[in-house]
């Protein structure tokens, strides 16, 4: 069973920038897409961005230019950079991976 695990989040003003990771158990991470969705309170879960196995991103349009996704394959693990965070960022963030969520960390943008 694949264990996920985000961290990171926190309270950070307009402007700010913050980096989440996110740690995967599952022993061929190296070999698969991983995926970063966000959850506002009353919302749907939205796609953030993705990473495929050889580095190549992709990521929403409300994010691009802002948001910048890293992977390392040797600590398993998919970074989230954040930078110009707006308060319409405020959400849950969780990694999506082979199917599996992880518990989330909150965001919360507000001065």
């Known amino acids: 069973q694949v264990e996920i695990v985000e961290s990171g989040g926190g309270l950070v003003q307009p402007g700010g920038s913050l980096r989440i990771s996110c740690v995967v158990s599952?022993?061929?991470?190296?070999?698969?897409?991983i995926h970063w969705y966000r959850q506002a309170p009353g919302k749907s879960r939205d796609l953030v961005g993705g990473?495929?196995?050889?580095?190549?991103?992709n990521y929403g349009d409300s994010v691009k230019g802002r948001f910048t996704l890293s992977r390392d394959n040797a600590k398993r693990t998919v970074y989230l950079q954040m930078n110009n965070l707006k308060p319409e960022d405020t959400a849950v963030y969780y990694c999506h991976y082979l199917g599996a969520w992880g518990q989330g960390t909150q965001v919360t943008v507000s001065s």
């Open positions: 599952e022993s061929s991470f190296s070999r698969y897409a």
């Open positions: 990473i495929t196995s050889d580095g190549s991103v």
